[in-house]
């Protein structure tokens, strides 16, 4: 069984800052990249930021320059950084991880719970 746990959304007025967390636990053998989505009212989930074992990174053109992805790798920790955040920032963000449990296993991919972040005066 593999968990993640998501923190750090809430209400910020645009142009300010929020710090995502998600942490991974569970039964791990190995992580193969980690990443945010996320998913505003009436429309399809999209990928936020992606960061891979290696630590290659890839963004969403529109929060590209406004956002970084980091890892802990000790602590199967990742954090997406959201700086100048915009009305069109709020949406419900979801934690993502390819995770394989075992030797005899594929890797299965997990998701978190998500958490609310809105961008509003």
């Known amino acids: 069984q593999v968990q993640l746990v998501e923190s750090g959304g809430g209400l910020v007025q645009p142009g300010g800052s929020l710090r995502l967390s998600c942490a991974v636990s569970?039964?791990?053998?190995?992580?193969?990249?980690m990443g945010w989505y996320r998913q505003a009212p009436g429309k399809q989930r999209e990928l936020v930021a992606l960061?891979?074992?290696?630590?290659?990174?890839n963004y969403a053109d529109s929060v590209k320059g406004r956002s970084t992805i980091s890892s802990n790798n000790a602590k199967n920790t990742i954090y997406l950084q959201m700086n100048s955040l915009k009305p069109e920032d709020t949406a419900v963000y979801y934690c993502n991880a390819v995770v394989r449990t075992t030797i005899y296993s594929s890797p299965a991919e997990y998701w978190g719970q998500g958490t609310q972040v809105t961008v509003s005066s």
């Open positions: 960061i891979t074992s290696g630590d290659t990174t």
């Open positions: 569970g039964r791990i053998l190995s992580i193969y990249h």
